[in-house]
T-cell receptor, first 111, second 113 residues
Framework: SQELEQSPQSLIVQEGKNLTINCTSS?????LYWYKQKYGEGLIFLMM?????EEKSHEKITAKLDEKKQQSSLHITASQPSHAGIYLC???????????FGTGTRLKVLA | DAGVTQSPTHLIKTRGQHVTLRCSPI?????VSWYQQVLGQGPQFIFQ???????GRGNFPDRFSARQFPNYSSELNVNALLLGDSALYLC????????????FGPGTRLLVL
């Protein structure tokens, strides 16, 4: 079965610093979603990547999909306290009508 | 437009009881999915419904069941509650399923004592 491993598990950065979160799949990635979750709340959709090599940006967040590496990265530029939360990657496991999430990355941004 | 809504927001039950959680999707969305998120872990997929039919099921025991109504709202039922069922239960809706963006509700926090 497919698994998504995220790294790092947790991250504490000073406000203004850049950071990268990785999501590595045990199987080929045909697309991937990134979500953000405030502690104990629902997930907020960030970005969807649909094909290898695709890169998308929204405000200070950029996500890329490298299908050869079976990996996606999420990069935050000039982090702010509002970026704090849990970042999750998610995919539908191919042809199964099932959905899996990554292990999650907890981000804390120090003001 | 209203987002995905879930009720109740919090719930306390005792072992062996039964619980029903409710979800109303975004207007126009025909697919609803349910997830269980235990503290400190990522969400685990429970069910996906599309056009009132179960389309996918995760690795959960038969104590977990769900249904989707003609107005596309959904219920998740859990029988014979165990302490381990304590979690945040998330509902998500999309137009047709996982090939489109899922939008999540705020969740129902269930505590089983």
């Amino acid at each position: 079965s497919q698994e998504l491993e995220q790294s790092p598990q947790s991250l504490i950065v000073q406000e203004g610093k850049n950071l990268t979160i990785n999501c590595t799949s045990s199987k080929t990635l045909y697309g991937l979603y990134w979500y953000k979750q405030k502690y104990g709340e629902g997930l907020i959709f960030l970005m969807m990547l649909q094909k290898g090599g695709e890169e998308k940006s929204h405000e200070k967040i950029t996500a890329k999909l490298d299908e050869k590496k079976q990996q996606s990265s999420l990069h935050i530029t000039a982090s702010q306290p509002s970026h704090a939360g849990i970042y999750l990657c998610g995919v539908e496991t191919s042809g199964t009508y099932k959905y899996i999430f990554g292990t999650g990355t907890r981000l804390k941004v120090l003001a | 437009d209203a987002g995905v809504t879930q009720s109740p927001t919090h719930l306390i039950k005792t072992r062996g009881q039964h619980v029903t959680l409710r979800c109303s999707p975004i207007s126009g969305h025909k697919s609803v999915s349910w997830y269980q998120q235990v503290l400190g872990q990522g969400p685990q997929f429970i069910f996906q419904y599309y056009e009132k039919e179960e389309r996918g099921r995760g690795n959960f025991p038969d104590r977990f069941s769900a249904r989707q109504f003609p107005n596309y709202s959904s219920e998740l039922n859990v029988n014979a509650l165990l302490l381990g069922d304590s979690a945040l239960y998330l509902c998500a809706s999309s137009f047709r399923g996982f090939q489109e963006t899922q939008y999540f509700g705020p969740g129902t926090r269930l505590l089983v004592l």
